[in-house]
């Protein structure tokens, strides 16, 4: 039986970090298939939340400054919580160089 050794456990824990979508967010590429993925389960929270990590990963202030919204708004918006209006979500994805396609299923 292996004893467990706490210090070890602390310094694991330590090193971990929560995840962060918007730091691999690169390219308009990698953008694109984040976001239709996200549109595939088609629940609008983790839209919000997939659109947010991609405009953290742009930067906020200049997508605040590209749509017109404040920095709040965009951030309120773009939460697990937020619920964009259809205008704030295609200012989004303009600002973002992005566009809704509509495909039959």
């Known amino acids: 039986m292996e004893i467990i050794d706490e210090a070890r456990i602390a310094k694991i824990r330590a090193m971990t970090m929560p995840y962060d979508g918007a730091k691999y967010l690169k390219t308009p590429k990698q953008i694109a298939a984040y976001l239709e993925v996200s549109f595939e389960d088609g629940d609008p929270q983790i839209i ?3 659109l947010g990590e991609i ?3 742009k930067g906020m202030t200049t997508l605040a400054k590209k749509t017109g919204l404040s920095r709040e708004a965009l951030y309120t918006a773009l939460s697990e919580e ?6 704030t979500l295609l200012k989004v994805m303009s600002a ?3 566009h809704l396609k509509a495909e039959a299923s």
Not at 82 to 87: A, E, R, S
């Open 82 to 87: 937020g619920n964009p209006t259809l205008t």
């Open 55 to 57: 405009a953290r990963s």
């Open 96 to 98: 973002l160089g992005l």
């Open 48 to 50: 919000a939340m997939a």
